[in-house]
């Protein structure tokens, strides 16, 4: 290959471009460009098919015409043919861009070269003239620019390779309240804080988008009245075609309702982790208090009952008919007090231990329940058969017990009990509802009554401590479970529990 082309490049014979007939060939090849001769006074004298195609006159048609036809009357006003030729007779070159009229009227928009031609003894020979349409790439250009003026929820501008700002769209003009004529020329820099800008930061993004290629980045930017807003800002380098570094476009956009809503969002999640965590320590305490306070009273609650009791056996026959009511008066209030810690002691217990889950048969739990209770006839079971549930056994015991008993107690006095027992399958979970025909709950109390000591009812109505709903409601909680109510006044009620099925 080497030896070839070697062999080629030798063998060439120079081409004389100067000769008239290379020149011509060349000149009428070019189509995209038209290319002809003005003599000294800028009349037309040579014409090339580019000129055809972009101007539409044919050379006939042209040849001996001045120049300035091609150009609108604004320009003629303005004396432009004349200025251009003068230009290029000084410089030895004229280059503009600008509007010139095609033949059938029309306009198109025009990168010109004018250049001064002159003999080997210096004399004027005329001009050559390179006219170029550029229309469509000027609308293209033209269509972006409005783009981006229009834009007004983005400040769009440009920075040459300094960082002084070359172009303005309206949105920048809102956000940072400068117009196009304040700021074009002016660095970048007095977009930042002086915080920022003494630590740097203005260069330190140019030098970012000039290594990576663009630069992103959110902070606080301050508009011409000095106010701050927080900036969502991308600053990408651009590059001509050789490589250089020609400046800077730079997109930002104000964000600040977005931060301050996050910034809000933030300091209610901390304020509120803040509440729990405090919430946790104080029941922690509560439950911890209330626990020793619980299993401390037991003994002198003993040392009563049992003295009451001792009293009762050894003298109860010295004593009167008052003090022997007094002394039940004591023993009852004993009694109460020992269910009362007792109660107290099995909830806090309940956050206390661990809960392992095993699978547990729903009728042999309930089975367990009724076992406790005085008046189990009242109570129909309607559990299917070898249904199962994952659950603490004991604890789901305690809570049917608690459920059951509730359904037997708050009747209308008189009335006979009833309660029933059913189980359903619910997806991956059972729910295990206790329904009563007691007197119900107005819904406006269904959520109170399960927390500790809410009761709706005076001890001498219906006995009890008020803990026992929420013992169901701790221990369903603790088994990943949940617990609810339908009921109204009158109309009995359906408390029910859901735990995942075994
Ligand atoms: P206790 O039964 O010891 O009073 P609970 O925590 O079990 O405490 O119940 C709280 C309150 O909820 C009861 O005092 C009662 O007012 C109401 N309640 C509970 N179960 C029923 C029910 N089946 N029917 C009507 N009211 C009930």
């Known amino acids: 290959m080497t030896s070839r082309r070697a062999t080629a490049v030798r063998d060439l014979e120079p081409i004389d471009l100067g000769s008239e007939m290379v020149f011509r060939r060349l000149v009428d090849a070019v189509e995209d460009y038209a290319i002809f001769m003005l003599d000294p006074r800028g009349y037309i004298r040579s014409w090339n098919p580019g000129a055809e195609r972009i101007k539409g006159y044919k050379a006939a048609e042209i040849i001996g015409h001045h120049f300035s036809k091609f150009y609108p009357k604004a320009e003629l006003d303005a004396g432009k043919p004349e200025l251009e030729l003068r230009t290029a007779l000084e410089a030895g070159h004229y280059q503009d861009e600008g509007w010139r009229v095609r033949k059938d009227g029309s306009r198109f928009w025009a990168s010109v070269v004018i250049t001064a031609v002159r003999d080997e003894d210096g004399r004027l020979m005329g001009y050559g003239k390179i006219t170029r349409d550029l229309t469509d790439r000027r609308r293209a250009e033209q269509r972006y620019r409005l783009l981006i003026e229009g834009v007004t929820d983005y400040a769009i501008f440009s920075l040459d390779a300094e960082g002084c700002v070359t172009s303005w769209n309206s949105g920048a003009e809102r956000i940072k309240q400068y117009s196009a004529n304040e700021i074009i020329g002016q660095s970048f820099s007095r977009f930042y804080t002086p915080e920022d800008r003494a630590a740097g930061l203005p260069q330190k993004v140019l030098a970012t988008a000039r290594s990576e290629g663009h630069y992103e980045g959110e902070g606080w930017r301050v508009r011409k009245d000095g106010t701050r807003f927080w900036a969502s800002v991308v600053v990408t380098a651009m590059f001509d075609d050789e490589g250089q570094l020609s400046g800077y476009s730079k997109v930002t956009r104000?964000?600040?309702?977005?931060?301050?809503?996050?910034?809000?969002?933030?300091?209610?999640?901390?304020?509120?982790?803040?509440?729990?965590?405090?919430?946790?320590?104080?029941?922690?305490?509560?439950?911890?208090?209330?626990?020793?306070?619980?299993?401390?009273?037991?003994?002198?609650?003993?040392?009563?009952?049992?003295?009451?009791?001792?009293?009762?056996?050894?003298?109860?026959?010295?004593?009167?008919?008052?003090?022997?009511?007094?002394?039940?008066?004591?023993?009852?209030?004993?009694?109460?007090?020992?269910?009362?810690?007792?109660?107290?002691?099995?909830?806090?217990?309940?956050?206390?231990?661990?809960?392992?889950?095993?699978?547990?048969?729903?009728?042999?739990?309930?089975?367990?329940?009724?076992g406790q209770l005085d008046s189990p006839e009242?109570?129909?079971?309607?559990?299917?058969?070898?249904?199962?549930?994952?659950?603490?056994?004991?604890?789901?015991?305690?809570?049917?017990?608690?459920?059951?008993?509730?359904?037997?107690?708050?009747?209308?006095?008189?009335?006979?009990?009833?309660?029933?027992?059913?189980?359903?399958?619910?997806?991956?979970?059972?729910?295990?509802?206790?329904?009563?025909?007691?007197?119900?709950?107005?819904?406006?109390?269904?959520?109170?009554?399960?927390?500790?000591?809410?009761?709706?009812?005076?001890?001498?109505?219906?006995?009890?401590?008020?803990?026992?709903?929420?013992?169901?409601?701790?221990?369903?909680?603790?088994?990943?479970?949940?617990?609810?109510?339908?009921?109204?006044?009158?109309?009995?009620?359906?408390?029910?529990?859901?735990?995942?099925?075994?």
């Open 254 to 370: 104000d964000i600040t309702e977005r931060k301050q809503l996050l910034d809000q969002v933030h300091r209610h999640a901390q304020e509120l982790e803040i509440q729990v965590r405090e919430r946790e320590a104080t029941n922690a305490e509560l439950e911890s208090f209330s626990y020793s306070v619980s299993h401390d009273l037991r003994a002198p609650l003993r040392a009563i009952e049992g003295f009451a009791t001792a009293l009762q056996e050894d003298y109860g026959t010295v004593l009167d008919a008052t003090a022997s009511d007094y002394l039940n008066r004591i023993s009852s209030a004993a009694l109460r007090m020992n269910r009362l810690v007792q109660d107290l002691l099995d909830y806090s217990r309940l956050s206390r231990i661990e809960l392992p889950s095993e699978p547990v048969l729903i009728s042999s739990a309930v089975d367990n329940a009724l």
């Open 378 to 502: 009242h109570v129909q079971v309607r559990v299917p058969e070898g249904m199962k549930v994952m659950a603490h056994r004991s604890t789901l015991v305690q809570m049917l017990y608690n459920l059951i008993s509730n359904g037997l107690k708050f009747h209308p006095e008189g009335a006979e009990p009833s309660v029933e027992i059913t189980a359903e399958q619910r997806g991956s979970k059972v729910r295990i509802s206790v329904c009563d025909n007691g007197i119900g709950i107005d819904p406006a109390h269904h959520q109170r009554i399960f927390q500790v000591f809410e009761r709706l009812h005076g001890a001498d109505a219906y006995p009890g401590t008020g803990i026992g709903l929420a013992i169901v409601k701790r221990g369903t909680e603790r088994m990943g479970g949940a617990v609810g109510l339908e009921s109204e006044p009158g109309k009995g009620s359906k408390f029910w529990l859901e735990l995942a099925k075994a």
